[in-house]
């Protein structure tokens, strides 16, 4: 159960990400007040999954996944370029959240 808690935490931070890039510097207030919501949403669910899986390697996912989810969104929804060298070390950071998912035994 941590996992999945852990996984929604990452899809909420891009979520709070999209909508914080959205607020424009809090311009458009309710934008910037949403993505806090969704930011306190997911520490709420942090401080239950740290609890369950290792600090160290629940926040390496948390930040693996979430820089790379964030940077597809960029892509995707706000039309952002990546170099070539960007995509490498976005990638280079999912194999290490993902290698740390599989070799971390449940509890």
């Given at each position: 159960?941590?996992?999945?808690?852990?996984?929604?935490?990452?899809?909420?931070?891009v979520i709070?990400?999209?909508?914080?890039?959205?607020?424009?510097?809090?311009?458009?207030f309710?934008?910037?007040?949403?993505?806090?919501?969704?930011?306190?949403?997911?520490?709420?669910?942090?401080?239950?999954?740290?609890t369950?899986?290792?600090?160290?390697?629940?926040?390496?996912?948390?930040?693996?996944?979430?820089?790379?989810?964030?940077?597809?969104?960029?892509?995707?929804?706000?039309?952002?370029?990546?170099?070539?060298?960007?995509?490498?070390c976005?990638?280079?950071?999912?194999?290490?959240?993902?290698?740390?998912?599989?070799?971390?035994e449940?509890s």
């Open positions: 159960m941590p996992w999945v808690i852990l996984t929604v935490c990452v899809l909420i931070e709070a990400a999209m909508l914080l890039t959205r607020s424009e510097g809090f311009t458009k309710w934008l910037g007040v949403s993505s806090l919501a969704l930011f306190a949403v997911c520490f709420a669910g942090m401080s239950y999954v740290v369950r899986i290792p600090v160290g390697i629940a926040y390496a996912v948390w930040a693996g996944a979430g820089v790379a989810l964030v940077a597809l969104a960029g892509v995707i929804v706000l039309r952002q370029e990546l170099t070539v060298v960007q995509v490498v976005i990638a280079l950071i999912t194999v290490g959240a993902v290698g740390l998912n599989l070799t971390t449940p």
